[in-house]
């Protein structure tokens, strides 16, 4: 993945986006050692061999799919953080967004940089790295200011290790049709870990 992407035309970029979520759910679902290019291909009509006009090699659309996730969540956390004024606000909006990202839109983008860690090459991780890190960031400063304010526990690396951890594993759990909606179930989560 290079630092800077070339620029295209806007229906090449709809054509790639419409790839990378399609290959999203098939790494999700097949894994992604078990997904062919020809399955990529069939996803979104296209012969196999035209996938590889908006990508060199199927890690790069692997790498694609991981970043599109990270990037978007991040994205819509930096938005939600800046309409936030009380530091309970703020962990509040850690909660939502990751939540309402994980179990909603970037779902299958975001388990697949969960569960397919293992596939990427040592090469493609680093820029893969900086995007996890840029959340956790903003993760870490909110749960510094939280816990400055004496809202929380004050070892909030482990804390925020902890939270991702528990948050991620409700893609194994969750039910939209279940007594919590996405929201609720934040808020709720949220309170295990206040002074309230």
């Known amino acids: 993945m290079s630092a800077v992407e070339p620029t295209r035309p806007p229906e090449e970029n709809s054509r790639r986006m419409e790839l990378i979520r399609a290959a999203a759910s098939l790494f999700r679902d097949q894994g992604y050692e078990r997904t062919t290019v020809r399955d990529l291909g069939n996803a979104v009509g296209m012969q196999s061999g035209s996938l590889f006009y908006h990508f060199r090699t199927k890690e ?7 970043a599109l996730g990270i990037a978007s969540t991040t994205e819509q956390l930096a938005a939600a953080l800046a309409q936030a004024a009380a530091p309970r606000d703020k962990l509040a909006a850690l909660f939502r967004v990751h939540l309402n990202s994980l ?4 779902q299958a983008a975001l388990e697949v940089m969960l569960y397919e860690w293992r596939s990427v090459s040592a ?4 820029a893969l790295v900086v995007l996890r890190d840029r959340y956790e960031a903003l993760w870490q400063q909110v749960l510094d200011d939280a816990a400055a304010a004496g809202m929380i526990k004050q070892d909030t690396r482990l ?3 902890t939270l991702l951890g528990s948050l991620h594993w409700t893609v194994q759990w969750y039910r939209r049709d279940g007594e919590l909606g996405v929201d609720e179930m934040a808020e709720r989560m949220l309170q295990l870990v206040l002074f309230e």
């Open 103 to 106: 179990l909603g839109d970037n």
């Open 159 to 161: 804390l925020r290790r």
């Open 60 to 66: 790069e659309i692997l790498v694609a799919v991981m």
């Open 123 to 126: 090469a493609a991780k680093p």
